[in-house]
């Protein structure tokens, strides 16, 4: 059971230059949710997804766009990025539907912007 | 300014014996806390939950206390496991129907000393 797939695992990108996170999820969860998490700073939520079809700001949307291409996967792009994104990116996913449960979580990508 | 805070970034513990990782909180509106448990270059899963409503949650080795009026939660680990060494992370949200907007804190790197 594969749970939420991220890919690619570690990226390196120039400044300026564009990339898309990809997220997979196989657990038939509504929900899904992106994380930068940087050192003493916890995991921060930069968009998230309710519903196939609907995205929302988070807490740290600036320089990010997402697309929910279908209920299994939910993409985020950086369109330029800048050095101050360099970062671990978090995917997860939760089955909203039933309130008590928690998010599940890929492995992360590692992005670093030189 | 930080919601929800981990004041101690690591603590060593012996085998066998009790491990205390706290959190607190300021925005007295958060009624669901959760804790997450990550190793290295995996993603965060899901350990214990506590609803505002109550005031101790139990879950095996796991106890998770919540003092409101302190704004103050703990998580027990009883007797701590070498497999126990990991990074945990203290979560709040207000209420269920605000699930998506779940607050982390930086995390607690615990080392169990064998």
């Known amino acids: 059971n594969a749970g939420v797939t991220q890919t690619p695992k570690f990226q390196v990108l120039k400044t300026g230059q564009s990339m898309t996170l990809q997220c997979a999820q196989d657990m038939n969860h509504n929900s899904m949710y992106w994380y930068r998490q940087d050192p003493g700073m916890g995991l921060r939520l930069i968009y998230y997804?309710?519903?196939?079809?609907?995205?929302d700001k988070g807490e740290v949307p600036n320089g990010y766009n997402v697309s929910r291409l279908n209920k299994r996967e939910f993409s985020l792009r950086l369109e330029s990025a800048a050095p101050s994104q360099t970062s671990v990116y978090f995917c997860?996913?939760?089955?909203?539907?039933?309130?008590?449960?928690?998010?599940?979580f890929g492995d992360g990508t590692r992005l670093s912007i030189l | 300014d930080q919601q929800v805070k981990q004041n101690s970034p690591s603590l060593s513990v012996q085998e066998g014996r009790i491990s205390i990782l706290n959190c607190d909180y300021t925005n007295s509106m958060f009624d669901y806390f959760l804790w997450y448990k990550k190793y290295p270059a995996e993603g965060p899963t899901f350990l214990i939950s506590i609803s505002s409503i109550k005031d101790k949650n139990e879950d095996g080795r796991f106890t998770v206390f919540l003092n409101k009026s302190a704004k103050h939660l703990s998580l027990h680990i009883v007797p701590s496991q070498p497999g126990d060494s990991a990074v945990y992370f203290c979560?709040?949200?207000?209420?269920?129907?605000?699930?998506?907007?779940?607050?982390f804190g930086p995390g607690t790197s615990l080392s169990v000393i064998p």
């Open positions: 979560a709040a949200s207000e209420g269920l129907a605000s699930y998506d907007k779940v607050i």
């Open positions: 997804s309710a519903s196939e079809g609907t995205t």
């Open positions: 997860a996913s939760r089955d909203s539907f039933n309130s008590n449960q928690p998010q599940h």
